[in-house]
């Protein structure tokens, strides 16, 4: 069965870092790229970042270029998500997802995790 | 990057009616669209991928269809277990992508 764990978020002040982590398991980590995809309260669903399976190919939204950075220990079977420089607008539910299709990467996603919350405010 | 539009924010139906929910991009994604049903309080879940074909364990009810920049989400007789909000996702862009803002479908 497929398992996304998400953790780390918190509340935080503006302008201060975060570092977000999904454990995964239940398939083979290595082969499947990894997206966070968050939710703003009471809004849609926005994709923040995307990292392909050999952790070499990156992707990012416009608004957390130079501020986001994806990673993942595929020994670990994990990804993570380190967020700086945070202000208001990065108030939001972060979802990490697994793309269904195996060695794809930036399409669309079969099995997500609960979330975790991340509030940014002063 | 491309802006995905679901034009309906929310749409009222009743029991057993046939609902369609319409999404529109910016500009052509090919075949590559794909929908989600999010309950509140819950992950989205995958319904449909490549405009129409159905994710499994999803009932027949729903179906896609579509092409380039027209996209259509059909519940052929709605369930009162529907009820959620419907996202339609593009990834025809791999370096962008980019979901619709939700369909909230009420009963």
């Known amino acids: 069965e497929v398992q996304l764990l998400e953790s780390g978020g918190h509340l935080v002040l503006p302008g201060e870092s975060l570092r977000l982590s999904c454990a995964a398991s239940?398939?083979?980590?290595?082969?499947?790229?990894m997206t966070w995809v968050r939710q703003a309260p009471g809004k849609g669903l926005e994709w923040v970042a995307t990292?392909?399976?050999?952790?070499?190919?990156?992707y990012y939204t416009d608004s957390v270029k130079g501020r986001f950075t994806i990673s993942r220990d595929n020994a670990k079977s994990t990804v993570s998500l380190q967020m700086s420089t945070l202000t208001a607008d990065d108030t939001a539910i972060y979802f990490c997802a697994k793309e269904r299709e195996r060695g794809s990467t930036g399409d669309f996603f079969d099995y997500w995790g609960q979330g975790t919350q991340v509030t940014v405010s002063s | 990057d491309i802006e995905m539009t679901q034009s309906l924010s929310t749409l009222s139906a009743s029991v057993g009616d046939r609902v369609t929910i319409t999404c529109r991009a910016s500009?052509?994604?090919?075949?590559?669209l794909a929908w989600y049903q999010q309950k509140p309080g819950k992950a989205p879940k995958l319904l449909m991928y490549?405009?129409?074909t159905l994710e499994s364990g999803v009932p027949s009810r729903f179906s896609g269809s579509g092409f380039g920049t027209e996209f259509t989400l059909t519940i052929s007789s709605l369930h009162p277990d529907d009820v959620a909000t419907y996202y339609c996702?593009?990834?025809?862009?791999?370096?962008?992508?980019?979901f619709g803002g939700g369909t909230k479908v009420e009963i």
């Open positions: 490549a405009t129409s």
């Open positions: 996702q593009q990834y025809d862009d791999h370096v962008g992508l980019t």
């Open positions: 239940g398939f083979p980590f290595s082969s499947y790229a």
């Open positions: 500009r052509s994604v090919s075949m590559w």
């Open positions: 990292i392909g399976g050999d952790g070499y190919t990156k």
